[in-house]
């Protein structure tokens, strides 16, 4: 004769919504360190193409170029003759390289000015910013 157990098993079931609730913690936390590692210091420009090693660079100072010749010193709106003073403050307090991010349409000679300008401010290594293609 069998004996019925007053008390009856239960299965254990795995609760998926815990388990959910975590998963989107993690990609909320995981894009929000990607972001937080990228270059914000630069204005988007349409950039040239070509194959670049990675910056090695701890504070770079970004000179950007847009299409227009606007120049821009790390979102700051700079003019040609206001460059050097603006740039020298930044180079002396940090020993920084100079990023050059110019707009693959924008005129060659600002460029050059431009760099040449941040030259006499005191910048002795520039990068080149390019889009990288495979």
């Known amino acids: 004769m069998k004996i019925k157990r007053s008390r009856s098993t239960r299965k254990g079931r795995i609760e998926i919504i815990p388990m959910i609730d975590v998963m989107f913690f993690l990609l909320a936390t995981f894009m929000l360190a990607s972001l937080s590692m990228q ?3 630069s204005l988007p420009v349409n950039l040239p193409e070509g194959h670049a090693d990675p910056m090695k660079s701890k504070t770079p100072v970004t000179l950007t170029i847009t299409k227009e010749s606007e120049l821009f010193l790390d979102k700051r709106h700079v ?3 206001s460059l050097a003073a603006t740039l ?3 180079l002396e307090s940090n020993q920084a ?3 050059v991010s110019a707009d693959s349409a924008a005129p060659n000679g600002i ?3 431009a760099m040449l300008k941040a030259r006499q401010a005191g910048a002795q290594h520039f990068l080149i910013a390019v889009k990288h293609v495979d």
Request: proline share 7%; no cysteine; charged share 15%.
């Open 39 to 41: 270059n914000l210091h």
């Open 88 to 90: 020298k403050p930044l």
């Open 97 to 99: 390289s100079v990023i």
């Open 111 to 113: 460029t050059v000015q």
């Open 79 to 81: 003019t040609l003759e």
